[in-house]
């Protein structure tokens, strides 16, 4: 039998970890049909000199919203992703009720930098309940499979309305979002997602409503997930669950864990938690922190500076407006009152200044592209934080730029984490923060900057980091690996020049919204999606026609 596409001349790296090998890959009806030698068909693609893998599968995204703008999911699409994983964070846009649109909107606005003109524009809500949602996805066609975790805050918000943002759920509402919970469950949610983490502040600088919850709401809706045995439960660690109880409470739900993030700080917390990760898997717990090979860098405007906001002092202006934000930062008892709530033991992002950069300033362009601590020193005042209100007093709107790193930049630590067992690549929050960071090059930084230039891994180590493991957490059984019967998700790139290429600022989201994007990465030459090629040769296929799935999650299979 003749097939549809026979992908030539390159070297198979199938996700599975084993040594790379020379062959061709035969795609017939949208799947693997064969590898081998000669193969023949209708039509081929060239890969020769280059790897031909696995799409790429990004668990880590929110493109919740985005997708209905732009159901090609830029700029992941171009960075040899095929499949992403939207909800994360407990932030799915469904469940929800016409009297909470607006509520939703606020919140991703405050919580994932989303904009609020974007979104009111960009949503359809021509969906309630979660099944409703994913089958909106679907009706308007996808570019990348697209799944999607059932949110912890939709599901308070659903079912307790404003309350959730303010008390625990009582019995019966624990007992309603365990009911709903499950519908969404069996109707292929990619698993339950919840935030506990102190910097997720929402409408007028509140805490997100999962971060309301009690232990007994946490444990109805983990009891529904034990009883369906579908997807993972994803976390954002924080109040009520640390990283550390992940690992003994995860072999009494049975379905895997993740969390957000292991990440790499001067104050090197993160080797207590490799201690309680190592040993956690070895009493038998399946817990997969998410790692990522890039510094987590913020940009950010005063006007809204997310990472500042998780001082309670910051975030208490989140409810009003420029004005009250401007006499904020001219008054010195408020920059004490700031400075003094870092002092307090276990205080989230404390500004690390040596890293602040600055990024625009029309009132002090001479002053772009130098670090704070330097201008600090210069200036008569000598603190940083004084510094920077300072700079923000002189712009119009508050609008100087800042750029910040917040973790993930020491190059040798970050290297033991990202070789580290049972850890797995996530936190590109594609689709979120827009106009403050793109991550959403993950796959291409990783295999450009860390395995060849670093020699991290062998590649064929890599690439099951981005495949493999990934569908097997989420228990995809179809996807991941280049063999027979598997959808034809590849990307075919040339390991001696792939890059993530530049980052550029535009707008071109809905209302004119404002993001950062990476459209021109190197090396990567043809992709294909369920074995439509959307790339082919570095150039955008014409004829894609977003050929993406919407995932339906199976259960898994009693003691998996």
Known sequence: MTADLVITGGTVVDGTGRTPYRADVAVTAGRVSAIGDRLTGRHTLDASGHVVTPGFIDIHTHYDAQVFWDPAMTPSCFHGVTTVVAGNCGFS????????????????????????????????????????????????????????????????????????????????????????LRTSLRAGAAGFATSFLRTHRGIDGKPVPSRLADRAELDALLGVVREERRGVVAFAPGELLTAPELYDLQPSVGVPFTFTALLTTPSRGYEQLLEVHRAGWAKGARVWPQVTPRPVTFSFSLADPFTLNANPVFAALMAGDLAERRAAYADPAFRDKARAAWQVEGAALVPRWETYTIDESAAHPDLVGRELADVAAESAAGD?????????????????RVRCVVANDDTEALRGILTEDNCTLGLSDAG???????????????????????????????????????????????????RAGCWADIVVFDPATISPGPTRRLRDFPAGGERLTADRPTGIRHILVNGTPTRIDGVHAPDADLPGHVLRVPRRPAGE
């Open 93 to 180: 846009l469904a469940p929800t009720r016409p009297e909470h649109h607006d509520v939703v909107v606020r919140t991703l606005e405050n919580v994932e930098d989303m904009d609020v003109a974007t979104l009111t524009a960009g949503i359809p809500w021509d969906f309630g309940d979660f099944p409703g949602y994913l089958d909106s996805v679907a009706r308007r066609g996808v570019g990348l499979n697209f799944a999607a975790y059932v949110g912890h805050t939709a599901l308070r918000l659903y079912t307790m309305g404003l309350d959730a943002y303010e008390r625990p759920a009582r019995a019966e509402e624990s007992a309603a979002m365990a009911d709903v």
């Open 384 to 400: 940083p934080l004084d510094v920077l209100l300072g700079l923000a007093l002189d712009e119009p709107g508050l609008a100087l």
């Open 432 to 482: 979120a923060h827009v106009g403050q960071l793109c991550d959403a090059p993950q796959a291409t930084d990783f295999l450009g900057a860390w395995v060849r230039e670093r020699s991290l891994m062998p590649i064929e180590t890599a690439v099951r980091r981005l495949t493999g493991v990934q569908a097997d957490l989420l228990g995809l059984t179809d996807r991941g690996y280049l």
